[in-house]
């Protein structure tokens, strides 16, 4: 995988390197994703997600990290399906609630706007988890951090699973070294790959969020 990386977090970035190769990695296991599956379907999705998101980070900044955390809490839990999107309904409790979730993600009223844009345009042909892979990407170039191509060809869940997402899948604030190195290795990431996310988000944390003025 060939990867062009300008960073504002320093020349030999390691951390943003690997960043990039989870990032572009995630989801793609299962289903062949391609940086061109809406070429014919939907070439104007990329203008249409990425126009959303400059008005949402140009108003808030913060909201550029709130998506890309919506996307990290949505892979974690089986796979990058947008099953982190839906709410409870009769059939099965959704992921929005479970410890990790609960009260502190945030940004779904971007997706969501996003999505009606997109619909209009292109109706049932992109699914909420490629808007979700698209609109982290955009968030990260936008808040000033590296760009990648995103594969697309998602397909959305049906169901979401909170008891999936509140036993540990995700990390918790809670979790001790132990759960973390768990918790990413049944990710297929290496203790060295947590490191440097930890490290990528803790400054893009310090970067936008009000909590670390
Ligand atoms: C090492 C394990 C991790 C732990 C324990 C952890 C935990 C947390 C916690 C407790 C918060 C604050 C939530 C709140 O505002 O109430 C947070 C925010 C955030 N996390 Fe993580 N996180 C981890 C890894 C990551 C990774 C790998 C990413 C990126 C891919 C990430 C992206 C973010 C972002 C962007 C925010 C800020 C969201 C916002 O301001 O809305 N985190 N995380
Ligand atoms: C989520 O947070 C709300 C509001 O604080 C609370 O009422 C609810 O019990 C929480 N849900 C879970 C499952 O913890
Ligand atoms: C939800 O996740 C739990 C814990 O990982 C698992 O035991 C259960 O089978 C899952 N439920 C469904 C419907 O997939
Ligand atoms: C980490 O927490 C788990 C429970 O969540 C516990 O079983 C384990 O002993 C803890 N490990 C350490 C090193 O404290």
Known sequence: MALLITSPFGSSSTGIVVLLLIL??????SAQLSENFYNKKCPIVFKSVKSVVKSAVAKEPRIGASILRLFFHDCFVDGCDGSLLLDDTSSFRGEKTAAPNNNSVRGFEVIDAIKSKVEKICPSVVSCADILAIASRDSVVLLGGPSWNVKLGRRDSRT????????GVIPSPTSNLS????TFQAQGLSVKDMVALSGFFSIFQFSTSPFHN
Do not use: C, K
Not at 160 to 167: I, K, W
């Open 24 to 29: 572009t990695g995630l989801g793609t296991s």
């Open 160 to 167: 979401a699973n909170f008891t999936a997402a509140n036993t």
């Open 179 to 182: 759960n973390l190195i768990t």
